[in-house]
T-cell receptor
Framework: KQEVTQIPAALSVPEGENLVLNCSFT??????LQWFRQDPGKGLTSLLL???SQREQTSGRLNASLDKSSGRSTLYIAASQPGDSATYLC??????????WGAGTKLIIKP | KAGVTQTPRYLIKTRGQQVTLSCSPI?????VSWYQQTPGQGLQFLFE???????NKGNFPGRFSGRQFSNSRSEMNVSTLELGDSALYLC?????????????FGPGTRLTVL
């Protein structure tokens, strides 16, 4: 059974720092992995989608990597800003075509 | 282009009642998936519809059901509501389904069961 873990559960850093969020999954048989952000009381915003054949994707200050063999993905945020404060979730599409979610990392960027 | 819309945004019901939630996907998207989000369990997959057919179902009781119409709009129904059904219900649409396509989420419907 696929399980997705995100560490740390919460992170607080000063504005301007570069940071890395981690996501691990137990079964490497995935179709893709997607990173989302969720603002309090809101829905989810898609950040990056990495197909299983890809190693990384970039969008602006965000870069996500995928290492299927080790069951890990990282989301790198460069030059963090207070507007980046949110909960970041990763999710994988498993072999049963279901979206399996991590519990999220709550990120606070201090001005 | 318009995003995913969900109605209603907020709903209060009492135990034993039933509820229907609606989701309109992005134009051209044929897949709609539903998720339940609670503080205790996090996000959990309910089901996915593609071209009016349920393609996949998560581990929820039969009280949770759904359907999709020919215009790709989807409804989710929960019968005999329980207190534990209080949650944020999110729907997502994608072009071709969960296999290789990016998921776009609506703002959610917050259901409170009293």
């Amino acid at each position: 059974k696929q399980e997705v873990t995100q560490i740390p559960a919460a992170l607080s850093v000063p504005e301007g720092e570069n940071l890395v969020l981690n996501c691990s999954f137990t079964d490497s048989a995935i179709y893709n992995l997607q990173w989302f952000r969720q603002d309090p009381g809101k829905g989810l915003t898609s950040l990056l989608l990495i197909q299983s054949s890809q190693r990384e994707q970039t969008s602006g200050r965000l870069n996500a990597s995928l290492d299927k063999s080790s069951g890990r993905s990282t989301l790198y945020i460069a030059a963090s800003q207070p507007g980046d404060s949110a909960t970041y979730l990763c999710a994988v599409i498993d072999s049963n075509y279901q979206l399996i979610w991590g519990a999220g990392t709550k990120l606070i960027i201090k001005p | 282009k318009a995003g995913v819309t969900q109605t209603p945004r907020y709903l209060i019901k009492t135990r034993g009642q039933q509820v229907t939630l609606s989701c309109s996907p992005i134009s051209g998207h044929r897949s709609v998936s539903w998720y339940q989000q609670t503080p205790g369990q996090g996000l959990q997959f309910l089901f996915e519809y593609f071209s009016e057919t349920q393609r996949n179902k998560g581990n929820f009781p039969g009280r949770f059901s759904g359907r999709q119409f020919s215009n790709s709009r989807s409804e989710m129904n929960v019968s005999t509501l329980e207190l534990g059904d209080s949650a944020l219900y999110l729907c997502a649409s994608s072009l071709g389904g969960l296999g290789g396509n990016e998921q776009f989420f609506g703002p959610g419907t917050r259901l409170t069961v009293l």
